[in-house]
């Protein structure tokens, strides 16, 4: 059973419009969230992650929001550039489990000109 | 060489073949981790070491067996694979027990005959 879930295989939007990227999670545990970015032929690499203390973080054109109570959380992209086309994966970890991170399926963004 | 890098980048084989996937990082981590990415399925866990050390095995099959010499080298050895195995298998290394911190490899994608 999945515990971090990407519900969109799929996503497109323009060039310049706000990207939105949304993930739930069932465990109530998790405590600690990430976004990572994917390029084809390359592996993951960090975007940006929140606590669960806080309900919004944002790092210059991305900002990732955090619902404890729907469990939930979403990655906006604002404005959007082609370099944004990759596959973004959700992902979370446990209190006082660290060395262990679950990731969701991810979601294929594509940035149309 | 910077980062994690992973060899062979594209790896055929059969089912009755031993073979074995290296994972090098020169990043000065203590923790290094396998993961298996299958189309359509989340980015799954298999291994992780903290300082050369197996701290979780996430109920791979024994076809699968890790090394890990020193925390900048792991190993994937593969024996009597199924073609269901056929995935992109990612490397990762971050600080110990800090998952957060992860820095992934390229990958390598392995094809089961």
């Known amino acids: 059973d999945q515990q971090v879930k990407q519900n969109s295989p799929s996503l497109s939007v323009q060039e310049g419009r706000i990207s939105i990227l949304n993930c739930d999670y069932t465990?109530?545990?998790?405590?600690?969230f990430l976004w990572y970015k994917k390029y084809p032929a390359e592996g993951p690499t960090f975007l940006i992650s929140i606590s669960s203390i806080k309900d919004k973080n944002e790092d210059g054109r991305f900002t990732v929001f955090l619902n404890k109570s729907a469990k939930h959380l979403s990655l906006h992209i604002v404005p959007s550039q082609p370099g944004d086309s990759a596959v973004y994966f959700c992902?979370?970890?446990?209190?006082?489990?660290?060395?262990?991170?679950?990731f969701g399926k991810g979601t294929r963004l594509h940035i149309l000109p | 060489e910077t980062g994690v890098t992973q060899t062979p980048r594209h790896l055929v084989m059969g089912m009755t073949n031993k073979k074995s996937l290296k994972c090098e990082q020169h990043?000065?981590?203590?923790?290094m981790y396998w993961y298996k990415q299958s189309a359509k399925k989340p980015l799954e866990l298999m291994f992780v070491y903290n300082f050369k050390e197996q701290t979780e095995n996430n109920s791979v099959p024994s076809r699968f067996s890790p090394e890990c010499p020193n925390s900048s080298h792991l190993f994937l050895h593969l024996h009597t694979l199924q073609p269901e195995d056929s995935a992109l298998y990612l490397c990762?290394?971050?600080?110990?027990?800090?998952?957060?911190?992860?820095?992934f490899g390229p990958g390598t994608r392995l094809t089961v005959l």
């Open positions: 992902a979370a970890s446990l209190k006082n489990r660290d060395d262990k991170i679950i």
């Open positions: 465990n109530s545990m998790f405590d600690y």
């Open positions: 990762a290394s971050s600080q110990a027990n800090r998952a957060d911190t992860q820095y």
């Open positions: 990043l000065g981590h203590n923790a």
